[in-house]
């Protein structure tokens, strides 16, 4: 009997995960798991906005696929998806293609920027290992630059990040803590740099609570960071951008424009002909893809609601990370003939979110609000747990955050 090829496009967290598990519930005459990833390592990228700051660097978000993954079991592919062809039971990739009998579809997310002009060419993005050092060298540019011309450009010390949620808002955390590091590296005067959060909410960090954000405003304006919400950017240039706030338009000057603030499922998604909604499958409860049955889809990829609500889950880690457990665990008992499928109901474990190396706010164990230190030392535990799920102990010991103080 042939073995079924199972196929997993991505190796975030959601296809990694799936992978891993997937590796331990399946023997070698039991199924074909085949990887796709366009690199030969996975990246922490809710460690991103560290790397992007320079506070970590990117060799330390990062670590390779065969440390987790057992090549005897899992045949790794490093390549490109093209486009996914569910009809056809088939992927095509840059150099070749593949078919499946069964597609886990965990190719992650990509920048939205509903169309501002100037925003995709001009502006720097946080998606991947790679926009997040150049990034942060081409901070580390401007301030190189500053004291080097003549004519002083406030544009090469003025930051804007637009987006005030929870990539933002955690890239301003870092960036906080990290400029005063690049004055006394540089020679400049650390009054002289702005660091200006754009958001259109009338608040930063929409539906989280008011007395999380308040922290939060407290904790970064202490360390410089300039707030405009209810302010609309209208337009990014690679000098400077254009806000618009009650019916007023602001220029602000500036080399380096950040947009964090939105961010849509892999438009392979959308172009491969799967039934989705806004460009996300609208899972069944077992992940399954409702117009193909073989096609699972896991992470930012898929839209699942949260029926307290009525709005549906965002895309973390924490969920990612769970859905691929349901989703080995059903594939494994397709491959085997059993039907039982789970189905997948989202166990929040808590949100915590990072303001720089030794703060941090956030809610866990249901409904305990935590600030401060304490916060951010759980914040370090919630980051080393997904490398244990993931690599167990000597993943943890090798990348795990164990500064505390």
């Known amino acids: 009997m042939k073995k079924p090829n199972i196929v997993i496009l991505g190796a975030g967290y959601g296809g990694l995960t799936t ?26 990228a809710t460690w991103l906005h560290e790397v992007a700051a320079g506070t970590i660097s990117p060799d330390h978000a990062r670590f390779a696929i065969k440390d987790v993954v057992d090549l005897s079991k899992v045949n790794f592919v490093q390549d490109t998806v093209v486009s996914i062809q569910p009809d056809d039971n088939k992927v095509i990739l840059e150099d070749g293609e593949l078919e499946y009998d069964y597609l886990v579809v965990a190719l992650g997310f990509e920048a939205a920027t509903f169309g501002i002009p100037g925003l995709s060419e001009n502006a720097f993005m946080i998606n991947n290992i790679n926009s997040s050092r150049l990034l942060r060298e081409h901070i580390d540019y401007n301030f190189a630059m500053y004291n080097n011309e003549i004519e002083k450009k406030q544009e090469r010390l003025n930051i804007v990040v637009g987006g005030g949620g929870f990539t933002g808002i955690e890239f301003l955390g870092e960036l906080a803590n990290r400029i005063p590091e690049l004055c006394k590296e540089y020679d400049i005067d650390r009054d002289k740099v702005r660091i200006i959060n754009v958001e259109g909410a009338p608040t930063i960090l929409p539906g989280f609570d008011p007395q999380l954000v308040e922290y939060t405003l407290n904790s970064l304006e202490a360390r410089g960071v300039e707030f405009k919400v209810g302010a609309l950017l209208k337009g990014c240039t690679p000098e400077g951008i254009v806000i618009e706030k009650d019916g007023e338009q602001e220029e602000i000057p500036t080399f380096t424009t950040v947009w ?51 709005r549906p889950y965002p895309p973390t880690a924490q969920i990612a990370m769970q859905e691929a457990e349901v989703c080995a665990h059903n594939l494994a008992t397709i491959v085997k003939g059993g039907d039982e499928l789970e189905s997948f109901e989202f166990n929040n474990m808590g949100t915590v979110a990072s303001l720089g190396h030794n703060d941090a706010m956030g809610v866990v164990f249901g409904d305990k609000k935590i600030f401060g230190w304490s916060a951010s030392i759980m914040k370090k535990v919630i980051d080393n747990r997904s490398l244990f799920k993931i690599g167990g102990i000597g993943l943890v010991l090798k990348k795990g955050k164990f500064n505390i103080f």
Do not use: M
């Open 19 to 44: 992978t891993v598990k997937l590796q331990k519930k399946l023997g070698a005459n039991d199924a074909q798991i085949t990887l796709v990833n366009k690199h030969d390592y996975h990246y922490e």
């Open 260 to 310: 964090a603030a939105g961010v849509r499922a892999n438009s392979l998604v959308e172009q491969s002909g799967l039934e989705h909604n806004r460009g996300k499958v609208e899972v069944k409860p077992d992940l399954r893809a409702p117009s193909h049955e073989n096609v699972f889809v896991v992470g930012d990829c898929a839209l699942i609601w949260n029926k307290e609500t009525e």
